[in-house]
């Protein structure tokens, strides 16, 4: 089953607000008479990739949960996990370290095998978590 991740304000905020900010920048440097040449040049091709990144990001991280794996895609950010192997979730927390394909705060910290984790931020993180006991009962579920 496929789930989108949710998307905070915050998140929402940052992505746009920077991606407006690199646009009008770059249009500004584009339409001014100064010659495209050089270090101009390459500011401006690093402001387009840093919006396509950013959008990329924000229309492209969800998670797949299966019998089998929880596979997991955020821009460059792409794995997957052994349902069998999590052994821990942790709803309604952040994760401020380690591997974060989210967009949203206050989602699921999964743990897994011995001392791996995961964030992710799934629309809704009981119906998530609804599935993942479906396909793997042993799991732990806490709140903080």
Avoid: H
């Amino acid at each position: 089953m496929k789930f989108n991740s949710r998307k905070d304000p915050l998140f929402q905020l940052v992505t746009f607000g920077v991606s407006m900010i690199l646009c009008v920048v770059v249009f500004m440097r584009i339409t001014s008479d100064t010659p495209l040449f050089g270090a101009f040049l390459l500011g401006d091709i690093v402001g387009v990739l840093v919006v396509a990144y950013l959008l990329w990001v924000y229309f492209d991280t969800s998670y797949e949960l299966t019998e089998t794996s929880l596979k997991y895609k955020s821009g460059l950010i792409r794995g997957s996990i052994s349902t069998d192997s999590i052994r821990k979730v942790i709803k309604g927390k952040s994760l401020w370290s380690g591997i974060k394909p989210a967009t949203a705060r206050k989602g699921l910290i999964i743990k897994y095998k011995d001392f791996q984790e995961i964030y992710i931020s799934p629309e809704t993180n009981d119906s998530f978590v609804e599935k993942l006991l479906e396909f793997n009962k042993d799991v732990e579920i806490t709140t903080p």
